[in-house]
């Protein structure tokens, strides 16, 4: 099984797809895919398509968007007759879509999956920013970039189970993005940066790394003024909208650019709690 989310929502058996198209089987769906290989519970399904106010045929309508989804995948596996599970057998829907005591179970089967494929090689990539191996650390965090083709799950109607997983999910690619700039800065590559900066700090209007490795990046750059324009303007929003101060790490850096000083100051992470994401819409 080939399973994608870090977009559109697409998980294919044995070559076709079993992604179905009414709504509430693409959440069942999704939640069963972010999960693969992992018991799904009752619950967490019926919180996720109902939230606090599941009728009273919860789990009957549940049973029957597990049935949809188990023909889909019986119309895949008969692509191939010979697919076979562990004991030589042919698979079945049921091998692949499991019912357990408490819940439900989507079998991999060890295909594809790009959200592993992402934890996988940011997770390369920050070992080897930790080793100080930057010119690694950035082509392995690019490369985990590149699976994303879009805001996750972006075509699925949320509730609340998989609105918490696609926010964990984009701090992730957030995190991953933030790692990968500074493995940039590290190699001296801030004149390439300044354009995707410009981009994120005008999407992520109050995150303080974001805003300090533009500031940076314009300052090597030489264009000191707007670099200390830009933690002007990050001020003003953080002190309206928050009623916060920028980081100590953040003044800091403002200081060393200020009195043209700033290469003995790395672009500072935000100590606990102060990286603050406001987005523009």
Known sequence: MDIEVLGALAVQENGASITPTAPKPRQVLALL???ADRVVPVATLTDELWGQTPPRSARTTLQTYVLQLRELIAAALARDAGAAGAAGAPRTAKDVLVTMPCGYLLAAGGGGSDVRAFERLSGTGYRAMDAGDFPGAARQLREALALWTGTAL?????????????????????????????????????????????????????????????????YRSGRRGEALETYQRLRTLLVKDLGLEPSAALQRLQWFILTAHPE??????????????????
């Open 264 to 281: 003995s100051a790395a672009a500072p992470a935000p100590g606990p709690g102060r990286e603050r994401l406001l987005p523009t819409s």
């Open 154 to 218: 972006a075509d699925v109607q949320a509730g609340p189970q998989l609105q918490m997983e696609v926010k964990r999910l984009e701090e992730s690619r957030l995190c991953a993005l933030d790692q990968r700039i500074e493995a940039d800065l590290r190699l001296g590559r801030h004149r390439e940066l300044l354009a995707e900066l410009t981009v994120l700090v005008n999407r992520y209007r109050t995150h303080e790394t974001l805003h300090a490795q533009f500031m940076l990046a314009l």
């Open 33 to 35: 895919a972010l999960h």
